[in-house]
């Protein structure tokens, strides 16, 4: 079971982190989102593509855009706030906004959501509840290693479970984890899929009966404007080798991958999968 999934933020990322002029970016970010629509059109692909609030607001022919042509849309809150430091009255309010704003856009419900920077944690397991108050079915929020602004290491599952939390129980999808050199890392979006050759890429997947992706448009805009200052105490060095690194060919290797294997959405995942014979994970 490979899902698709893709992380919709990029329209507003690139303005709040004063990622080049608008202008320029985003004839740049609607190309890359149109070919990808059409390569998997051409595949016979059904994706979810995980929405930000504030993109829908702002650009809502984006989100229209993905909509109309069959994908799941899910929710990646309002604000792309990391939840590490925040409350339950403010992770409430930004998902019921975020809801709202989707929801009244593509006219359905949505039932499938993934924190800002996988940043639902142990010390914040309450956030199942708000999304389960909310009507979300399924979560694509956990990330079982250690990661710079959230990771969930002490999530020992690596396949979909059922999660009850204080009752309420939602099916959750994690990230796909693989060891090199003793660590444990998500391989299969973002930076990863950029650093690895897809030699090895393909060579993961094979031996996995359960991937989950997690792509960003800016994955493959490779002419992005460069930014060179760390965060939260990385350097520099390798803040610019996460965020740009393998740039250059990340859009041929998707091509790749999508073509050497068979994906699906969550939200086909979640309907294929006899839940009741699934484990459940109590938090």
């Known amino acids: 079971m490979n899902i698709l999934t893709f992380d919709i933020e990029d329209w507003w990322a690139y303005d709040y982190y004063s990622i080049g002029r608008k202008e320029d970016y985003l004839p740049r970010l609607n190309q890359y989102l149109y070919r990808i629509l059409d390569l998997l059109d051409e595949k016979n692909i059904q994706a979810t593509f995980f929405c930000l609030g504030k993109v829908a607001e702002e650009y809502p022919e984006v989100i229209k855009s993905i909509a109309k042509r069959g994908h799941q849309i899910g929710c990646h809150s309002y604000s792309h706030r990391f939840w590490g430091v925040a409350n339950f009255k403010e992770v409430a309010e930004d998902t019921r906004k975020a809801l709202d704003v989707i929801e009244n856009l593509i006219g359905e419900k949505v039932t499938a959501y993934r924190a800002p920077a996988f940043s639902i944690m142990e010390q914040n397991r309450w956030i ?21 602004f959230g990771g969930f290491p002490e999530f020992q599952y690596k396949v979909p479970v059922m999660i009850n939390y204080q009752g309420c129980q939602l099916k959750e999808f994690p990230l796909s984890t693989t060891t090199i050199l003793g660590k444990s890392i998500c391989y299969s979006g973002g930076g990863y899929f950029r650093l690895f050759p897809y030699w090895k890429i393909k060579s993961i997947i094979r031996k996995n009966e359960y991937v989950m992706t997690y ?61 009741e014979e699934r484990p459940i994970v109590h938090l």
């Open 215 to 275: 792509f960003h448009i800016k994955d493959f805009d490779m002419k992005q404007e460069r930014k060179y200052k760390g965060l939260n105490g990385e350097s520099a060095a390798i803040r610019f080798v996460k965020n740009y690194y393998g740039l250059k060919h990340s859009f041929r290797k998707f091509g790749h991958l999508i073509s050497d294997f068979d994906f699906l959405s969550v939200q086909q995942a979640e309907s294929i999968i006899n839940w």
């Open 128 to 148: 199942f509840e708000i999304l389960a108050e909310n009507g979300i079915t399924s979560d694509c929020s956990i990330f079982p290693a250690n990661r710079s």
